[in-house]
């Protein structure tokens, strides 16, 4: 699973969750992305889901780069615990995504399959998402 070797500090503050994205809105290294439309925090295992839709469907051809890194911490408390007593442990990592920012590429195959290996992708995503491709 996805998530930072060591951090400066162990717990992040939740953040405010609005806003385009700042960066990491244009291609960069694929012909293809998937773009998303709507701010949502990225779990390492939705973005693993979503790598392993497109390599599978690619079946070997093109190449694939992941734009996106959880390193934003999550904590949560157990079921049945009190009011009180502190922060919860870290549960999982997140990715911050803000509407624009692309979260796959894919490069070295045709359109018809970059494009049904996106769609696969899209599909295990939480939030709406748009295809796109660079202008020739």
Request: glycine share 12%; aromatic share 8%; charged share 35%.
């Amino acid at each position: 699973m996805l998530e930072p070797k060591r951090r400066k500090f162990r717990k992040d503050f939740r953040g405010r969750r609005k806003g385009q994205a700042l960066r990491g809105y244009e291609l960069a290294f694929g012909e293809f992305g998937l773009k998303a439309l709507e701010v949502t925090w990225l779990s390492g295992k939705q973005i693993e889901a979503g790598r392993r839709a497109i390599t599978h469907s690619l079946k070997r051809g093109g190449r694939v780069w992941i734009r996106v890194f959880p390193d934003k911490p999550v904590t949560s408390r157990p079921a049945g615990q009190r009011m009180g007593s502190g922060k919860g442990d870290i549960d999982r990592y997140v990715a911050v995504v803000r509407p624009g920012k692309i979260i796959y590429e894919v490069a070295g195959a045709t359109k018809d399959v970059v494009v049904a290996a996106l769609k696969k992708a899209a599909d295990k995503m939480p939030v709406k998402t748009k295809i796109i491709m660079k202008a020739a």
